[in-house]
């Protein structure tokens, strides 16, 4: 009976112990699952003094507008939004927001534009040069990813206040993810 029992039990264990412990990929602040960068992003967008804390292999991104982290490692290693170099677009508000990291545009140009011209030609613009493949978003944006979709999104609130119609980014792969 024991024999029996026991073995069972082993397997058990065995396979529980194989899984990646599920709290790896939540933010340690916010629990959160964020999404993967590259090692190679948190490095450019660290402040330099936090450089030398960088020494992981796997690092996510969380994008939690409430949330002050920015980067978690598996190696522990965190990094909130004191310790980058540019404010996140996902945790910060106002003019000063950016929107698109590869060619500069803030929240502000698009309130500008429509303050000064009624419409907003900012995501046509993004969208034809990242067609061009003139885009970095996988080092450039802080999380990582093509900033079109938040772009969008963020474009259509704010055409929204003015009770404008905008034209929209063309969705397209502009980062291979
Ligand atoms: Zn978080």
């Known amino acids: 009976m024991s024999d029996y029992g026991g073995a069972e039990g082993q397997t058990g264990i065995t396979e529980i112990s194989r899984k990646h412990p599920p709290t790896n990929a939540q933010c340690p602040a916010c629990e959160d699952v964020g999404r993967k960068v590259e090692r190679q992003t948190v490095l450019h967008h660290v ?73 907003i030609t900012i995501p046509q613009q993004i969208s034809r040069l990242t067609k061009a493949a003139m885009c970095a978003c996988e080092v450039r944006n802080p999380s990582g990813a093509c900033c079109l979709g938040l772009v969008n999104k963020i474009v259509k609130q704010l055409a929204d206040e003015h009770k404008t119609t905008p034209v929209l980014a063309e969705a397209h792969d502009c980062c291979a993810q």
């Not at 002050?68 to 106002?94: I, L, M, N, Q």
């Open 47 to 119: 402040r330099p003094e936090h450089l030398s804390r960088v020494n992981g292999e796997a690092y996510r991104f969380c994008a939690t507008p409430s949330c002050t982290v920015v980067y978690y490692g598996e190696d522990g290693a965190r990094f909130t939004v004191a310790d980058v170099r540019e404010p996140v677009t996902e945790k910060t508000s106002g003019d000063a927001r950016p929107i698109c990291y590869c060619f500069g545009f803030s929240e502000g140009d698009v309130r500008r534009e429509l303050a000064c011209h009624g419409a």
